[in-house]
């Protein structure tokens, strides 16, 4: 049977020596949760299939039903290479949603709650001859509203706002050979103002044997070589990175020009490599300087569409890696240079080929819709996890930790939730303060890099009125919603119009709505020109983000159909993005 997912799931962060997982693996449901007191875990004999990393709501898993089943187990048995004999193996999964539980030949080795983040576990000493059946139980409660959830319906059918669940695992399974002592973990922070780049490494099972040399090249060439005694388990290195700007822009990376670095890590013991890893890092810089959005020390205008990540054979698992690809080259033909990913903890071949193409992209939680400590709990852990992840990737410029309220939907009245807001911006700032951070994207700002607004008005001459002075923003209500709380204010922050558009077009089979409509390819590409220009054509508006690339399931919004399909030629699209499309219409209003 063929592999699905084959290609390496952690580019970041690349050994050789891996096996991937993914495939088909016996399945059952626990609907009346009978399966511990029946030890399941144990040798056991399930009655369906099921192929990972697809959860069983999508086609692609071979069941493909949306009926509730919040409990399923998972078994595999798999070989171990022989040349992987004493080494230690560990087991990684890409994501569970929501609590896993793992068991090696019976054997219970790890719990780990959190749907979006990946996980691992070693499990040498559990192996039996070389082998392991690998049993996994996965409980996902549809009805929990205070869990990370993003846009998984708590009902059978998907409406409104929100799509089909994915239930257990969605992103892929493998198995990796590492030494005795091997590089744990890498965060590599460039920084551009002072020709570097700062590297933290961890190392496991550290001994004062060890060295490390960290190689950078850039296409093929050495720009950098640093060996050095190891003194403890972890420490941060500075490589000084004198060329990056010896041919102009050409070696800063940005969505015009992607260039990448390079970079290898060797742990010596005893003038033996004993581990290798291959990364790559981009020379990236984003800031707000007195009130203008800048990328590498330049002003820069952010054109995202919003990404929900869906798709109609794998739900939230993206069917291939060329599926990615393609999202991203279709974004960057519509004349976009970035993509806000929306209630979503993307897969990370995502944020890879973003990396490699040129995209910007800002991460996002995917939210609770309920407040309790408990979702306080659990938003800050898998939030962390999700930095943590993808932390090393230039293509990502901004953190996204809560949209519209959600999880919050008191933050007028209770001072606790407008507290968690404030939290989660200044936990994200205190793990990563080079990029920016929007505390509760679209409206009911506390404390935020970014003016950061939702608006679905569809009238060109009320868009260029709001968005002519500031005092227009601030005392707009799109959506019904304050800009910020009161007791908070507006401080000079670049505005940004973070989702607007939405027009609903029918071009394929789905039924749907949208935001507003249109009935003919002229009409389509008229209405996307009169909310696009009206805000190019504000003198304080900094960036967009239209509603959105795709159709998505009774949503028929997208620029494309659900299938990845274009709506109208996407150079038209580009000209109206790049300003350059001329007018249509006499009744235009200026």
């Given at each position: 049977?063929?592999?699905?997912?084959?290609?390496?799931?952690?580019?970041?962060?690349?050994?050789?020596?891996?096996?991937?997982?993914?495939?088909?693996?016996?399945?059952?449901?626990?609907?009346?949760?009978?399966?511990?007191?029946?030890?399941?875990?144990?040798?056991?004999?399930?009655?369906?299939?099921?192929?990972?990393?697809?959860?069983?709501?999508?086609?692609?898993?071979?069941?493909?039903?949306?009926?509730?089943h919040d409990l399923v187990w998972y078994k595999k048995e798999v070989e171990i290479?022989?040349?992987?004999?004493?080494?230690?193996?560990?087991?990684?999964?890409?994501?569970?949603?929501?609590?896993?539980?793992?068991?090696?030949?019976?054997?219970?080795?790890?719990?780990?709650?959190?749907?979006?983040?990946?996980?691992?576990?070693?499990?040498?000493?559990?192996?039996?001859?070389?082998?392991?059946?690998?049993?996994?139980?996965?409980?996902?409660?549809?009805?929990?509203?205070?869990?990370?959830?993003?846009?998984?319906?708590?009902?059978?059918?998907?409406?409104?706002?929100?799509?089909?669940?994915?239930?257990?695992?969605?992103?892929?399974?493998?198995?990796?050979?590492?030494?005795?002592?091997?590089?744990?973990?890498?965060?590599?922070?460039?920084?551009?103002?002072?020709?570097?780049?700062?590297?933290?490494?961890?190392?496991?099972?550290?001994?004062?044997?060890?060295?490390?040399?960290?190689?950078?090249?850039?296409?093929?060439?050495?720009?950098?070589?640093?060996?050095?005694?190891?003194?403890?388990?972890?420490?941060?290195?500075?490589?000084?990175?004198?060329?990056?700007?010896?041919?102009?822009?050409?070696?800063?990376?940005?969505?015009?020009?992607?260039?990448?670095?390079?970079?290898?890590?060797?742990?010596?013991?005893?003038?033996?490599?004993?581990?290798?890893?291959?990364?790559?890092?981009?020379?990236?810089?984003?800031?707000?300087?007195?009130?203008?959005?800048?990328?590498?020390?330049?002003?820069?205008?952010?054109?995202?569409?919003?990404?929900?990540?869906?798709?109609?054979?794998?739900?939230?698992?993206?069917?291939?890696?060329?599926?990615?690809?393609?999202?991203?080259?279709?974004?960057?033909?519509?004349?976009?240079?970035?993509?806000?990913?929306?209630?979503?903890?993307?897969?990370?071949?995502?944020?890879?080929?973003?990396?490699?193409?040129?995209?910007?992209?800002?991460?996002?939680?995917?939210?609770?819709?309920?407040?309790?400590?408990?979702?306080?709990?659990r938003m800050t852990k898998e939030w962390q996890a999700a930095i943590e992840r993808?932390?090393?990737?230039?293509?990502?410029?901004?953190?996204?930790?809560?949209?519209?309220?959600?999880?919050?939907?008191?933050?007028?009245?209770?001072?606790?939730?407008?507290?968690?807001?404030?939290?989660?911006?200044?936990?994200?700032?205190?793990?990563?303060?080079?990029?920016?951070?929007?505390?509760?994207?679209?409206?009911?700002?506390?404390?935020?890099?970014?003016?950061?607004?939702?608006?679905?008005?569809?009238?060109?001459?009320?868009?260029?009125?709001?968005?002519?002075?500031?005092?227009?923003?601030?005392?707009?209500?799109?959506?019904?919603?304050?800009?910020?709380?009161?007791?908070?204010?507006?401080?000079?922050?670049?505005?940004?119009?973070?989702?607007?558009?939405?027009?609903?077009?029918?071009?394929?089979?789905?039924?749907?709505?949208?935001?507003?409509?249109?009935?003919?390819?002229?009409?389509?590409?008229?209405?996307?020109?009169?909310?696009?220009?009206?805000?190019?054509?504000?003198?304080?508006?900094?960036?967009?983000?239209?509603?959105?690339?795709?159709?998505?399931?009774?949503?028929?919004?997208?620029?494309?159909?659900?299938?990845?399909?274009?709506?109208?030629?996407?150079?038209?699209?580009?000209?109206?993005?790049?300003?350059?499309?001329?007018?249509?219409?006499?009744?235009?209003?200026?």
């Open positions: 049977m063929t592999v699905q997912r084959k290609e390496y799931p952690r580019p970041q962060f690349y050994r050789n020596e891996w096996l991937n997982l993914n495939g088909q693996w016996d399945f059952e449901f626990d609907d009346i949760n009978e399966g511990l007191g029946k030890k399941w875990f144990d040798k056991p004999d399930f009655s369906q299939q099921i192929t990972v990393p697809f959860s069983y709501q999508s086609e692609l898993s071979g069941i493909g039903i949306s009926e509730f290479p022989n040349k992987w004999n004493n080494k230690r193996v560990i087991l990684h999964f890409g994501a569970i949603d929501y609590y896993a539980s793992i068991w090696i030949n019976g054997q219970h080795v790890l719990d780990h709650e959190g749907g979006h983040v990946p996980f691992s576990v070693e499990i040498t000493d559990q192996l039996l001859d070389n082998r392991a059946e690998i049993v996994v139980r996965a409980m996902d409660n549809s009805h929990q509203l205070d869990q990370p959830r993003g846009k998984q319906y708590w009902k059978e059918e998907s409406e409104n706002i929100f799509y089909t669940r994915t239930t257990g695992i969605w992103q892929t399974v493998w198995l990796e050979a590492v030494e005795h002592s091997f590089l744990e973990k890498v965060r590599l922070t460039p920084d551009l103002d002072k020709d570097e780049l700062v590297v933290k490494y961890t190392i496991q099972n550290w001994l004062p044997i060890h060295s490390l040399q960290i190689t950078i090249t850039f296409e093929g060439n050495l720009v950098a070589k640093d060996t050095f005694q190891l003194t403890n388990h972890e420490d941060i290195r500075k490589i000084r990175i004198n060329d990056f700007h010896v041919h102009g822009t050409g070696r800063l990376w940005s969505p015009e020009h992607p260039q990448l670095y390079d970079v290898t890590f060797q742990l010596i013991e005893e003038s033996q490599i004993i581990d290798q890893v291959d990364s790559y890092f981009g020379m990236r810089k984003i800031s707000v300087e007195n009130g203008k959005v800048m990328l590498n020390n330049k002003p820069y205008y952010m054109k995202l569409v919003l990404d929900q990540g869906y798709y109609p054979d794998g739900i939230l698992t993206p069917p291939s890696d060329e599926a990615i690809k393609n999202d991203i080259k279709f974004t960057k033909q519509m004349g976009f240079n970035g993509a806000r990913k929306h209630q979503k903890i993307e897969d990370p071949r995502y944020y890879y080929w973003a990396d490699k193409l040129g995209l910007l992209v800002w991460g996002e939680m995917a939210n609770c819709h309920d407040y309790s400590e408990d979702a306080v709990r993808d932390y090393n990737h230039p293509s990502i410029v901004a953190w996204v930790p809560i949209n519209e309220s959600w999880g919050v939907p008191n933050l007028l009245s209770e001072t606790k939730q407008q507290y968690h807001t404030l939290a989660m911006y200044y936990l994200t700032k205190s793990l990563d303060n080079t990029r920016l951070v929007i505390s509760n994207d679209g409206w009911e700002h506390t404390e935020s890099d970014l003016c950061t607004i939702h608006d679905y008005e569809d009238s060109k001459s009320v868009l260029k009125n709001r968005y002519n002075t500031i005092d227009n923003i601030l005392h707009s209500t799109p959506g019904s919603r304050l800009i910020y709380i009161p007791g908070y204010k507006y401080n000079n922050e670049p505005v940004q119009v973070t989702e607007f558009g939405g027009i609903a077009y029918k071009k394929s089979n789905w039924n749907g709505w949208g935001y507003s409509g249109a009935k003919t390819d002229e009409e389509f590409e008229e209405k996307y020109y009169q909310v696009v220009s009206a805000l190019l054509e504000s003198p304080l508006v900094q960036g967009f983000c239209y509603t959105q690339l795709t159709d998505v399931e009774q949503e028929i919004n997208g620029l494309l159909t659900y299938d990845r399909k274009p709506k109208i030629p996407l150079e038209k699209i580009r000209k109206i993005n790049e300003g350059s499309r001329s007018k249509r219409f006499s009744s235009e209003v200026e």
